[in-house]
C-alpha cells in the first residue's frame, strides 16, 4: 500500500471571494474562519483526497494608545 501526508498551504489574496467560488467545487473540511495566530483561512480536498488549505494573512490595524 502507498502511504505519505502532505500539507500544503497556498497564500492567496482575497479569500473570501475564493471561498464563495469553491465551496461549491470542492469539498470543504474547514470553513473560512479568522484564526487566533492572524491570518484567515479555509480547506478542501483535492479529486485525490488531499487536503489544500488556502490562507491569507490579512493586514492588522494597530492602535496607538
Known amino acids: 500500500a502507498i ?3 502532505l500539507t500544503l498551504f497556498i497564500g492567496i489574496s482575497n479569500i473570501r471571494a475564493a471561498y ?3 465551496k ?6 474547514m470553513p473560512l474562519e ?3 495566530y492572524g ?3 479555509f480547506a478542501c480536498t483535492d479529486p485525490d483526497g488531499y487536503v489544500i ?3 491569507e494573512q490579512e493586514s492588522v490595524v ?4
Open 53 to 55: 488549505t488556502f490562507a
Open 39 to 41: 491570518p484567515t483561512e
Open 34 to 36: 479568522k484564526k487566533w
Open 3 to 5: 502511504g505519505g501526508t
Open 20 to 22: 464563495e467560488t469553491l
Open 24 to 29: 461549491t467545487r470542492l469539498t470543504v473540511v
Open 62 to 65: 494597530e492602535s496607538s494608545s
